[in-house]
């Protein structure tokens, strides 16, 4: 009998157990928003023009400054688990078949630090093969730098990158060719909640269907 015992004991321990645990939901992603852009002159390659949305350019010389807003709209009951910045280039009217232009990024926001060169390049002299870099790799598409943060992150101060552009080995653009830059982010958030996940309701169904099993013994005698 006093193994009987011990079985339900241990069961209701199991579904006490599964139905007290908070498991992860699966992650939000907010979407991208674009921070601000910069692009240059016809026949050129260093930046001049900006362009914001929820951010701010800012050209000095032929460096750009972009910069992300700090970001608190966190829902409620969840936490900032994933910021990814998307660094987009891309050029107009190559100089010759073997064009290419080279923009390097640089970020100089603490606990976010990276280099990366991103090369546009053409193969038919007429357009430019619009090209994102993998971090640490040229020439690769598209480019997501993921910075993992903390499990208790409600906020995300400003982040600051910068860009510039030069022309390639094969030549820039030509005299009606430009160059642009544009960065985005994208917040990602996750919740912990009391829904149970499928692992978690297959051991409630297991601990269920020993209680059922041991019900129905006693039942018989």
């Known amino acids: 009998m006093n193994m009987k015992k011990c079985l339900v004991v241990l069961t209701m321990g199991i579904l006490a157990l599964v139905l007290c645990i908070p498991t992860a939901s699966a992650s939000?992603?907010?979407?991208y928003t674009i921070c601000g852009g910069v692009g240059s002159p016809s026949g050129s390659t260093a930046f001049s023009t900006l362009s914001t949305v929820t951010g701010s350019a800012v050209v000095v010389g032929t460096t750009a400054t972009i910069t992300c807003p700090a970001f608190s709209a966190v829902p409620a009951g969840d936490y900032i688990s994933q910021v990814d910045l998307y660094l987009k280039d891309d050029a107009q009217a190559p100089s010759g078949s073997t064009s290419s232009v080279i923009?390097?990024?640089a970020s100089s926001t603490v606990g976010f630090a990276f280099n990366q060169t991103i090369?546009?390049?053409s193969t038919d002299g007429i357009n430019f093969n619009e090209c994102n870099g993998t971090v640490g790799v040229i020439g690769i598409c598209p480019i997501i730098v993921?910075?993992?943060e903390g499990s208790s992150t409600l906020s995300i101060g400003v982040l600051t990158d910068t860009v510039s552009a030069t022309a390639g080995g094969g030549g820039g653009v030509s005299s009606v060719g430009s160059d642009s830059a544009n960065l985005f982010v994208q917040y990602e958030?996750?919740?912990?909640s009391t829904v149970p996940e499928p692992a978690t309701l297959s051991l409630m169904?297991?601990?269920l269907l020993g209680l059922g099993l041991f019900a129905k013994k006693l039942s018989r005698r």
């Open 103 to 105: 923009d390097t990024w």
């Open 119 to 121: 090369v546009t390049a």
């Open 146 to 148: 993921t910075f993992p």
């Open 205 to 207: 169904g297991g601990a």
């Open 189 to 192: 958030f996750t919740s912990t």
């Open 28 to 31: 939000i992603l907010s979407g």
